[in-house]
Nanobody
Framework: QVQLVESGGGLVQAGGSLRLSCAAS????????MGWFRQAQGKEREFVAAISWSGGITAYTESVKGRFTISRDKAKNTVYLQMNSLKPEDTAVYYCAAGDILVTTPAKYDYWGQGTQVTVSS
């Protein structure tokens, strides 16, 4: 069992930066792939980024490549999403999730946090 708690969301102007954190509890955290997803109002939840259990493999959706960076600190049981050059279209609730394999499909992830709001003003 893994419990996830996101933090770090907020209001930022376009071009600004935020770092999201996802703190995990559970001794098996280090064995899970971790993903970040987002859901804008009225839209479906979409994949943003993911990182393998080792940290050696990462994946990003095209729209955030070069702007967002996912990382994990196993000693702190935490995964991060550094978001730079934010755009108004990045506005959404951001969720972290844990799963067995690195995929972009939300349904394949077993554990989810409660989400944190990111709002980017123009």
């Amino acid at each position: 069992q893994v419990q996830l708690v996101e933090s770090g969301g907020g209001l930022v102007q376009a071009g600004g930066s935020l770092r999201l954190s996802c703190a995990a509890s559970g001794r098996t955290f280090s064995t899970y792939t971790m993903g970040w997803f987002r859901q804008a109002q009225g839209k479906e939840r979409e994949f943003v980024a993911a990182i393998s259990w080792s940290g050696g493999i990462t994946a990003y959706t095209e729209s955030v490549k070069g702007r967002f960076t996912i990382s994990r600190d196993k000693a702190k049981n935490t995964v991060y999403l550094q978001m730079n050059s934010l755009k108004p279209e990045d506005t959404a609730v951001y969720y972290c999730a844990a799963g067995d394999i690195l995929v972009t499909t939300p349904a394949k992830y077993d554990y989810w946090g409660q989400g944190t709001q990111v709002t980017v003003s123009s």
